[in-house]
């Protein structure tokens, strides 16, 4: 079984984001761990794929004060680094601050990344602090992490799980993402037996996920499991100037361009087509 690796005795965030409304239900916090076992060369948040503290440059800011070349933090922070330690308590201190927007529109705390799931131990501590204090738990994952372990300290105190699928052909997704997608499916089928809401969601990226012989996959997939709902994601192009802040050069088949709706809703259609089929 694969571990995930930490940086130390708490793992690195990257972001914590007040006032979402995309990452579940109402109101959210949503809490972005630094490190993934997948390496999507799509990432909308390539910061996170790496477990160690990293470097981005924004050369706007620069003001060539030259600390940088002498090992000083960046003046106009120009420099930035990404990845933060906090304790479980201090985090759980953190999102309560935001409990009145949870009880009132019937939002919580969402756990994300990176991989949220390759850190069981940490985020175990932290839910069973906000559920003291009765507050909705959702998480998003890739798939690849610990079934037994999940079962045994995360599943009993979460309230919603967002599922990504990706791609579907084990070899490509091998080559692309560096992992077999069997624990991941598996881990779904496991996840379909037990009462909580899972909810699929699929990244529409040109090339790597949005063509036929991929999305009829995903389609077969879930009708064979009787999977009846799922979200839809889309591409956002501005991962890649996230890569070249980060040093990193974007996958040559990565769109610069964003997809228009009309495209968009085409893929959704004949994802529908299959799923009734």
């Not at 940088?68 to 960046?74: E, S």
């Not at 420099?79 to 309560?96: C, D, F, M, Q, W």
């Not at 019937?106 to 559920?131: A, H, N």
Request: glycine share 6%.
């Amino acid at each position: 079984m694969h571990k995930c690796i930490t940086t130390g005795p708490e793992p690195l965030i990257f972001d914590i984001a007040r006032g979402s409304f995309v990452d579940g239900p109402g109101v959210r916090t949503t809490v972005f761990f630094k490190g993934c076992p997948l390496s999507c060369p799509w990432c909308h948040n390539p910061e996170s794929q790496n477990y160690e503290m990293e470097t981005m440059f924004f050369p706007e800011d620069c003001i060539h004060c030259g600390n940088c070349t002498k090992g000083k933090k960046c003046f106009a922070l120009a420099r930035r680094n990404i990845g933060k330690t906090y304790s479980p308590e201090r985090l759980a201190s953190l999102v309560l601050q935001d409990k009145h927007y949870y009880e009132t529109s019937g939002g919580g705390v969402t756990f994300s990344g990176g991989e949220s799931l390759g850190f069981i131990d940490y985020i175990s501590r932290v839910i069973l602090l906000l559920k003291k204090e009765q507050i909705h738990i959702a998480v998003q994952t890739c798939g690849y992490f610990d079934f037994n372990e999940f079962v045994l300290k995360i599943l009993p105190n979460i309230d919603l799980i967002y599922f990504d699928f990706k791609i579907m052909d084990n070899e490509i997704h091998k080559r692309l993402l560096g992992k077999s997608n069997h624990l991941i499916l598996e881990n779904f089928r496991q996840l379909l037996e037990h009462d909580i809401s899972v909810l699929p969601r699929i990244p529409l990226i040109p090339h790597f996920v949005a063509n036929k012989e991929n999305l009829a996959a995903i389609a077969d997939f879930f009708l064979k499991y009787r999977v009846k709902h799922c979200e839809f994601l889309y591409y956002n192009p501005g991962s890649r100037e996230k890569m070249i802040r980060l040093n990193r050069k974007p996958h040559e088949n990565l769109s610069d361009k964003p997809v228009s709706m009309a495209e968009n809703r085409a893929w959704i259609d004949y994802f529908k087509q299959k799923i009734n089929a």
